[in-house]
């Protein structure tokens, strides 16, 4: 009928026997007293050998100030010097050692008075332990004997995804799907079957919903316009809406995972995918992350080389994962590996529209790339109120490698926010142009040893009175 949590406080009587405890208070007292009469005796010993040895050293016969002191009373006296001044030294030493271990004694009393004083305090009264405890309500029509097992939620236990992709040169990638996994909920989790959910339960679960919102002329503080604007201004009600929008919050957006190991079955619901993973972990309650596997799966993929020589001269191994459209991956942290070597770190982030993941192996030395302004081929030209510029590049490829490749190039050209500016590409040299971004592509077949050299220019049109910012 009903579940709750609360703390309950179970009663402990105290431990010692309080007439006991007084006696032996008494005993540890007494024990104190006598130890403080033998550090002020050795303290005192000490400092009657501390007088002596300056009384010593201050003698007018050791000083030479006398006289009628002869060069043999000098000696004498010098002989005696050294030898009391080595047994003051030594009985000194001595009391010193006593010193210190009177001292940790007393320490050693001191602190088991407290103890003692702080229990004798408390008393007969009852010491009160906190216990977490599950209430949970049942009501049943007949008399029966049942087995009620209860779950419960915890907020201090969460796992992250994780992958590592093993790519080779025969075209096909592992996938190996990861959690990494944290509980500090106060027990350890020994030889546990282990449930993984794509669901929060700490997410708010309310569907947003949108409140109109409104345009209006941007505000000028200066007070001409200010007057002026002020019948608009006054006509919008709700005008406190437009400030806010800002703050209007964003949708989130979770994908489900997949499984394919043979250690995880899968239960895919309506809003969330549970893994129930079939091997038995033992995670204990620290601040460590701990590895659980989830799936593996071979990924067929294509191999092809990109380069973006406007922004870096290098040539970049590139895998086209395939087969990605019965599989729902979750963005997480990747680790890369090629041909058996570690190659570096990237993010998994799926496009929910997309079955096709581009994965970077990273740079190739063998394929150079080269990509300069042309300057005989950059002009001006000035009308009476237009002025048109010509600009053209020049990138340069040589597959030193000693078999045939295919490359991506993509360069750019500049798009136009302003009616009169106007962009016209004028010679591609066999690019496709994407006029939304003004990325120009070239998809090349290049043979072993061979060099290529591909021109584009594009044309800028604008008024001669004004500056062009960008170009």
Not at 199 to 222: C, D, E, H, S, V
Request: hydrophobic share 35%; proline share 3%.
């Amino acid at each position: 009928m009903d579940v709750k949590f609360q703390v309950q406080y179970n009663e402990v009587p105290p431990k010692e026997n309080p007439n006991q405890i007084d006696k032996t208070l008494k005993v540890v007292n007494d024990s104190l007293v006598m130890l403080n009469f033998e550090i002020e005796e050795l303290n005192e010993q000490l400092q009657s050998y501390t007088t002596e040895k300056n009384i010593l050293l201050n003698n007018r016969l050791l000083k030479g100030e006398s006289l009628r002191d002869t060069l043999d009373m000098f000696k004498d006296g010098i002989a005696f010097l050294r030898a009391r001044l080595a047994n003051i030294s030594s009985e000194s030493t001595v009391i010193k050692k006593n010193l210190y271990y009177k001292n940790a004694q007393k320490t050693a009393l001191q602190t088991r008075i407290n103890e003692l004083n702080k229990i004798n305090q408390s008393g007969q009264q009852a010491v009160k332990e906190s216990v977490p405890a599950i209430v949970v309500m049942v009501y049943s029509e007949l008399q029966t004997n049942a087995k009620v097992s209860v779950s419960f939620y915890v907020d201090q236990a969460a796992w992250l995804p994780s992958y590592d992709l093993r790519a080779n040169s025969t075209g096909t990638i592992e996938l190996n799907y990861k959690a990494e996994l944290r509980q500090q909920t106060g027990m350890d989790w020994n030889n546990v079957s282990l449930t993984l959910s794509t669901g929060n339960p700490a997410l708010n679960t309310q569907k947003p919903m949108l409140t109109p919102f409104y345009i209006n002329f941007a505000q000028n503080f200066r007070k001409k316009l200010m007057n002026e604007n002020r019948e608009l201004l006054s006509s919008v009600p709700t005008l406190e809406a437009a400030t806010a929008e800002g703050d209007m919050s964003k949708d989130e957006m979770m994908l489900d995972a997949a499984t394919l190991a043979s250690y995880t079955e899968e239960r895919e619901g309506m809003i969330q995918t549970e893994y129930d993973i079939k091997l038995k972990y033992t995670i204990p309650h620290d601040d460590d992350l701990h590895v659980v596997s989830i799936q593996s799966k071979d990924m067929n993929s294509q191999y092809h080389y990109s380069a973006v020589p406007k922004m870096d001269i290098n040539a970049y191994l590139v895998a086209d994962i395939l087969d990605l459209s019965d599989m729902n991956l979750i963005a997480g942290s990747s680790r890369i590996y090629f041909d058996g070597s570690f190659i570096g770190k990237s993010v998994l982030n799926p496009d929910a529209f997309t079955d096709t993941i581009q994965l970077s192996l990273g740079k190739d030395r063998s394929i150079v790339l080269s990509r300069k302004k042309l300057k005989d081929k950059t002009k001006e030209r000035l009308l009476v109120d237009e002025k048109t510029i010509l600009t053209s590049y020049e990138i340069k490829i040589k597959n030193n490698k000693s078999t045939a490749i295919s490359l991506e190039l993509t360069d750019q050209i500049p798009l136009s926010v302003h009616a009169n500016i106007k962009v016209a590409l004028i010679e591609g040299g066999g690019a496709t142009l994407n006029p939304e971004t003004g990325i120009l592509t070239w998809k090349l077949d290049m043979k072993a040893m061979e060099t290529k050299t591909i021109q584009f220019s594009y044309e800028l049109k604008a008024p001669k009175s004004k500056g062009l910012a960008g170009r």
